[in-house]
T-cell receptor
Framework: DTEVTQTPKHLVMGMTNKKSLKCEQHMGHRAMYWYKQKAKKPPELMFVYSYEKLSINESVPSRFSPECPNSSLLNLHLHALQPEDSALYLC?????????????FGQGTRLTVV | AQKITQTQPGMFVQEKEAVTLDCTYDTSDPSYGLFWYKQPSSGEMIFLIYQGSYDQQNATEGRYSLNFQKARKSANLVISASQLGDSAMYFCAMRALSGGYQKVTFGTGTKLQVIP
């Protein structure tokens, strides 16, 4: 199983809503990532979890709150988002410390903030 | 700091022809990995090919090959016998140590369109 599963695939939320994005993998990877991708741009790293601990936060606003409840799951909690937060949110996983292994990506969640 | 540069925003190729997508990189980490991903309009990032900084031979995966020139810091992707399904965005990426952590940095991407 080389899949990273993200739910939901599409999400429309108002600026006062609270929602969560979910990501799951069963490849035994101990590094999981959230990326944000605007249209026609490359993915931008948001957070990295390594062995279920937050290791990198790329100065992401606090309205995005990541959570890694176990080695297979990664959540991104959203609250009081702005329209400019509308983007494709990609989750990825890999083995930490092994630069010769690829990161596997999910299909992403297309988020629209209205 | 690490940087990936893709200088071709868009490319056209005739079906069944070969095409080369350019990628140059910069890093101070002597141990790094270079990747190519394909992103169709559906959004998923599909891993294509990997090249390690210490690999002596160029990587190949089916119709994909990576032209790795370490001294020039380039890692170009060659797609042979292009197919209509190859039309997509292609991202070059590098995984290296940055600030004590393994980080993956993406280039700006090249949009490839295969013409029938």
């Amino acid at each position: 199983d080389t899949e990273v599963t993200q739910t939901p695939k599409h999400l429309v939320m108002g600026m006062t809503n609270k929602k969560s994005l979910k990501c799951e993998q069963h490849m035994g990877h101990r590094a999981m990532y959230w990326y944000k991708q605007k249209a026609k741009k490359p993915p931008e790293l948001m957070f990295v979890y390594s062995y279920e601990k937050l290791s990198i936060n790329e100065s992401v606003p606090s309205r995005f709150s990541p959570e890694c409840p176990n080695s297979s799951l990664l959540n991104l909690h959203l609250h009081a988002l702005q329209p400019e937060d509308s983007a494709l949110y990609l989750c990825a996983s890999s083995q930490p410390g092994q630069e010769n292994t690829e990161a596997f990506f999910g299909q992403g969640t297309r988020l629209t903030v209205v | 700091a690490q940087k990936i540069t893709q200088t071709q925003p868009g490319m056209f190729v005739q079906e069944k022809e070969a095409v080369t997508l350019d990628c140059t990189y910069d890093t101070s980490d002597p141990s790094y990995g270079l990747f190519w991903y394909k992103q169709p309009s559906s959004g998923e990032m599909i891993f294509l090919i990997y090249q390690g900084s210490y690999d002596q031979q160029n990587a190949t995966e089916g119709r994909y090959s990576l032209n790795f020139q370490k001294a020039r810091k380039s890692a170009n992707l060659v797609i042979s016998a292009s197919q209509l399904g190859d039309s997509a965005m292609y991202f070059c990426a590098m995984r290296a140590l940055s600030g004590g952590y393994q980080k993956v940095t993406f280039g700006t991407g090249t949009k490839l369109q295969v013409i029938p």
